[in-house]
């Protein structure tokens, strides 16, 4: 019987005869190669047993942790990752494929939470896995040399659509553009309501994309929050849908029709709850000027007691900080029910938070600057123990000089046809194009792109390679909408 956990300096081991590049890779994820180098073959032995049972392992320990249809997800992309690096033809093959299932079984053995390292160290091994694999087969191929076969298509008046493919930086693309002028824009909240293409169709709407983040494998989601509660601004013709609990990226759109991307937090918000209402004066940290919200981002308690707010209720008083919620310190109040929030900014008519931003203002692509930090959600993200070395799907956001907006649906986990993109290559992207400000919103299994009716994107929730599962997809719970000519 296997041991369920690799062999004692197994990294040291490895690292022996690894090229530095590949010894730097096996220390991701926190423990560096340390301790006498033991047996290479005890240890490429334990590789091959403890491999194919792995996913069995990964779906029975991480069920309860995550529901269900996510441990299975998650034992899947395993495989898939697994299958592809048994099968590279590459010198650092083995040791990457043995640096994932050891790793793997690490986390299994380790503390809890353990779904979102299991899912990162697979991410994280393909995305290696991948960059080996088309390193060999075609040189890559610059940034600006991709821009440069930019070709715009009219789809209506303000709204054209471009598609960018064949070689990119670290393997092919599959790149949907929109660059839209003049119209108006829809933030949504899909749950329980039409489906992408349907609320395209509703609002009179020539293209649409997915939105930004929302509860997903976090943990602790406890009521009154929700599995797909999205995270960060919503807002929708000038209803506050989901709350500003972090200070995050938005793209917004103000009565005027024009386009603002900006960060937006609960700074200066007025919650209303009754006949009382308070304007927050700070976020996680004392002021003396008002009250101050406490959020996850600070940590999972507030220094001192204060009015608990989760979702859109109040929930009387205490320390413990929700999910998606805060503890506003320096009121007396203690009371339950609705809360009603309102922005110090009448006239954002629309607007979708996302993050980080990718460039264009200070702090760009800094994660504890928007508040993605501690077990803020989304914790793929505040947890992210290999920052911005992964290739996924991203779906990023610009403003052009004249005013436009650029949206930029970027295929990924298709190891042969578009294996994914990196933040910064996302914000490069988006330079490139002519963009001075720009926004990452939520990629991976929840990007989306429609234009005149049809998709345009390849999504899928699963890693995609020869001879894998057919593409799954996950639902769109939040979106923005490219409706009628702005008036």
């Known amino acids: 019987m296997v041991s369920d956990t690799p062999p004692k300096h197994w990294q040291a081991t490895l690292s022996v005869d690894a090229t530095p590049a590949v010894r730097e890779l096996l220390t991701a994820f926190g423990r560096p190669a340390v301790g006498v180098p033991g047996d290479l073959e005890a240890v490429q032995a334990w590789v091959e047993r403890a491999a194919d049972d792995l996913p069995r392992r990964i779906q029975t320990t991480l069920t309860g942790e995550v529901d269900g249809p996510q441990a299975a997800l998650f034992a899947r992309r395993y495989s898939a990752v697994d299958r592809l690096l048994k099968q590279l033809e590459a010198p650092e093959a083995w040791l990457l494929r043995a640096g994932l299932v050891c790793r793997t079984a690490e986390v299994l053995v380790g503390a809890s939470p353990r779904a ?72 949504l909240d899909l749950r329980g309501a039409d489906e992408l293409p349907d609320a395209i169709s509703a609002h009179g709407g020539v293209a649409g994309t997915s939105g930004g983040f929302f509860l997903y494998s976090e943990p602790d989601i406890a009521p009154p929050c929700r599995r797909t509660d999205p995270v960060g601004l919503l807002v929708t013709d000038g209803v506050v849908r989901s ?22 937090g609960p700074e200066g918000c007025t919650v209303r709850i009754g006949d009382q209402a308070w304007t927050i004066a700070a976020r996680n940290r004392a002021c003396e000027q008002g009250p101050v919200l406490y959020t996850r981002a600070y940590g999972e308690r507030a220094p001192e007691p204060g009015l608990i707010l989760a979702g859109r209720e109040a929930l009387g008083r205490g320390t413990s900080i929700p999910l998606l919620g805060g503890v506003l310190v320096g009121v007396d109040a203690d009371v339950r029910g609705p809360a ?120 899928s929730t699963e890693v995609r390679t020869k001879g894998g599962p057919a593409a799954r997809v996950r639902p769109v719970h939040t979106a923005l909408i490219i409706g009628r000519e702005s008036s």
């Open 116 to 187: 979102l390292r299991v899912r990162a160290v697979a991410d994280f091994y393909y995305s290696q896995g991948a960059r080996a694999l088309h390193a060999t087969r075609h040189p890559p191929r610059s940034m600006a040399a991709l821009v440069d076969d930019l070709c715009w298509s009219v789809v209506a008046r303000g709204v054209a659509h471009a598609q960018l493919t064949g070689p990119g930086p670290a393997g092919p693309v599959s790149i949907n553009l929109l660059r839209v002028h003049g119209r108006r824009l829809h933030a």
């Open 340 to 459: 009603v929030w309102s922005l110090p900014d009448p006239t954002i008519r629309d607007a979708m938070a996302g993050g980080p931003l990718l460039f264009g203002r200070a702090h760009a692509r800094e994660l504890e600057h928007e508040d993605f930090a501690g077990s803020a959600p989304p914790v793929t993200f505040s947890r992210d123990e290999t920052y911005d070395q992964n290739l996924l799907p991203r779906l990023g956001a610009g403003l052009l000089a004249d005013g436009g907006l650029v949206l930029a649906a970027i295929d990924g986990r298709d190891l042969h046809r578009a294996p994914g993109f990196t933040l910064r290559m996302t914000a490069d992207l988006l330079h490139g194009i002519g963009c001075t400000v720009a926004v990452n919103l939520d990629g991976g299994s929840s990007k989306r792109m429609f234009v005149a009716g049809r998709q345009v994107d390849l999504a």
């Open 243 to 264: 709350v500003p609990w972090f200070r995050r990226a938005a793209i917004v759109q103000h009565d005027d029709g024009r386009f603002a991307l900006r960060r937006i």
